[in-house]
Structures are given as structure tokens and as C-alpha cells.
């Protein structure tokens, strides 16, 4: 494939990267490309090992012919998202655990997540509209992390509250590779989305772990009388 293809099928595999699994028709559509130069560099991709195909979930009652094929990025794929210091960093983080102990790791941690508290009530304050989830989304995203929203059905107020609200999904996570070997990393994220809403939120996937998508759920509503344990699982 020639070099100048090069930045489109970037965009093809960033197009994965953020919005997940993908169809050749959705990724045509979102990108404004012909089915045809969507599936050339889709097979490039697919050759480098950087995306993979897989049978698309059908719920219901499923139609005549083949069922659409869905991409999604590898882990080899996720890497050249990654930022190019891993190594480095997790040499520091090791050195930084052996001379200064774990308190020092956890402190580190909860300093590198300052930009959530801050970003969330700018964010706030430009666009009031914007529900806690979206803010985080727009907080995350903008700090590399391609995150969004999915929204939970609300069950009834005697349902168990955290059945009901939204999800945060990280599509990405810059420091994946250092947070499976410092889960700190991780769980001081948890914390801190938990302070800026005042309330329990649950981390239910993440990409540190082997997941595919970094998830936390976040209740509809305000459950008094809990705090967030910054716990992953």
C-alpha cells in the first residue's frame, strides 16, 4: 500500500480505537470513505495484526445471508496509540517503590489524576448541560483516553441504585501498560471520579487488566452515606 494511504488508514484504526467494534459500512459512513477504500485498508490493517475480525453479535431474530463482519484493535494495534515512554516509566515507578515504599506510588498516582478534578468543573462551568457522565467523557477524552458515555435504564427508585445510571467507557488508556504492573494507577482514577460526584462509582473493566474497554459505572443517583473505594477489578 502506498505511504500516502498511510494517514487515512490511521484514521481507519483511531476510527476503531475510539468507537469500538466496527462494521466496513460503519466505518465508511463515520469516515465519509467508500465501502471499497474502507475494506482495502481494513485488510492492511488486518495483515499487521493491528485490527481483527470477528463475527458481529446479532440479538434477536437474525436475517437472511452473512452476518456483518466487526473489527476491532488488537493489543498490537492498541500499542502505537500508546505513549512511547512506557518502559521508562515503569522503571520509575519501580525505583520510586523500592526507595520511597508503596505510600509513595499511591501519592504519585493521585497527582497524576489532579487534571480530573480540575478539567470536571471547567468543564462544568463552559456547558452546564452537559449531565456528570458527558463531562467526564469530554475530561478524558480530551486527555487522550477516547472515552464516552453509555447510558443505563432506569429501573425504578426501589432498584438497587447502581444498576441505574451511566457507564464510562475509556475506548483507551495512555498508561495501560504501566497500570497492569501499578494498579494504583488505576484505582486512583476511581477515587477521583468518585470525588467529583460525590458518590460510590464502581470501575468494572479496565484495558490495564486484559479488558477491551476501561468501564465505570456511575449511579443515577446519590447514594449517602458511601465513598469510593478506588477499587478495580
Do not use: W
Not at 512506557?86 to 497524576?112: C, K, S
Not at 478524558?140 to 464516552?148: I, K, R
Not at 429501573?155 to 441504585?161: C, D, L, S, T
Amino acid at each position: 500500500m502506498a505511504v500516502a494511504d498511510a494517514p487515512t488508514r490511521a484514521r481507519v484504526a483511531r476510527s476503531i480505537l475510539e468507537n469500538g467494534g466496527s462494521t466496513t459500512a460503519d466505518l465508511a459512513e463515520r469516515l465519509h470513505l467508500t465501502p471499497a477504500a474502507v475494506r482495502r485498508h481494513l485488510d492492511q490493517l488486518l495483515e499487521e495484526g493491528a485490527v481483527e475480525s470477528v463475527e458481529q453479535r446479532v440479538f434477536g431474530a437474525r436475517g437472511r445471508g452473512r452476518p456483518a463482519r466487526q473489527f476491532k484493535i488488537t493489543e498490537a494495534g492498541r500499542d502505537r496509540f500508546d505513549q512511547q515512554y512506557d518502559d521508562l516509566a515503569a522503571q520509575a515507578l519501580r525505583f520510586l517503590a523500592e526507595t520511597q515504599g508503596e505510600a509513595a506510588v499511591v501519592e504519585f498516582a493521585r497527582r497524576r489524576v489532579g487534571f480530573i478534578e480540575l478539567d470536571y468543573a471547567r468543564v462544568i462551568a463552559e456547558d452546564p448541560s452537559l449531565t456528570p457522565a458527558e463531562a467526564l467523557a469530554k475530561v478524558f477524552t480530551d486527555e487522550g483516553y477516547a472515552a464516552s458515555v453509555r447510558q443505563l435504564p432506569v429501573v425504578g427508585v426501589q432498584a438497587y441504585q447502581a444498576s441505574a445510571g451511566a457507564q464510562l467507557c475509556q475506548q483507551h488508556c495512555p498508561v495501560s501498560h504501566v497500570a497492569h504492573e501499578f494498579p494504583q494507577l488505576c484505582e486512583a482514577e476511581t477515587e477521583a471520579i468518585g470525588r467529583v460526584l460525590g458518590t460510590h462509582v464502581q470501575r468494572l473493566a479496565t484495558i490495564a487488566h486484559g479488558d477491551g474497554v476501561c468501564t465505570t459505572n456511575i449511579p443515577l443517583y446519590k447514594q449517602p452515606g458511601h465513598v469510593t473505594d478506588g477499587a478495580t477489578p
